[in-house]
Nanobody, 121 residues
Framework: QVQLVESGGGLVQAGGSLRLSCAAS????????MGWYRQAPGKQRELVAT???????TYVDSVKGRFTISRDNAKNTVYLQMNSLKREDTAAYYC???????????????WGQGTQVTVSS
């Protein structure tokens, strides 16, 4: 019943910018942390950034100073602003919602379908 829908991916040149969005829909009471992961072909999924329900962000070292994660709790939406993109940022990006409460008894984690980001030089 809960779905995470991502948008904003695409093809950009090195040094360019993209803004990813991920909106959670369904009968949702609350969401704990939200985050963004990425996975390149032949590699494991990597945590890129997280943001707590109170708005505290964390980042993997490789994107610090270039990416900014934010969220709008009223819209159940998380964003990832990506600036100064590099070729090594090329990957499928997935959003995650941790601790999604849909009833008094059910709390689960959900994943988006992924959106492709390709950076050329």
């Amino acid at each position: 019943q809960v779905q995470l829908v991502e948008s904003g991916g695409g093809l950009v040149q090195a040094g360019g910018s993209l803004r990813l969005s991920c909106a959670a829909s369904g009968s949702i009471f609350s969401i704990n942390a939200m985050g963004w992961y990425r996975q390149a072909p032949g590699k494991q999924r990597e945590l890129v950034a997280t943001i707590s329900s109170g708005g505290i962000p964390t980042y993997v070292d490789s994107v610090k100073g270039r990416f900014t994660i934010s969220r709008d709790n009223a819209k159940n939406t998380v964003y990832l602003q990506m600036n100064s993109l590099k070729r090594e940022d090329t990957a499928a990006y997935y959003c995650n919602a941790n601790g999604v409460r849909t009833s008094a008894w059910l709390v689960r984690n959900y994943w988006g379908q992924g959106t492709q980001v390709t950076v050329s030089s």
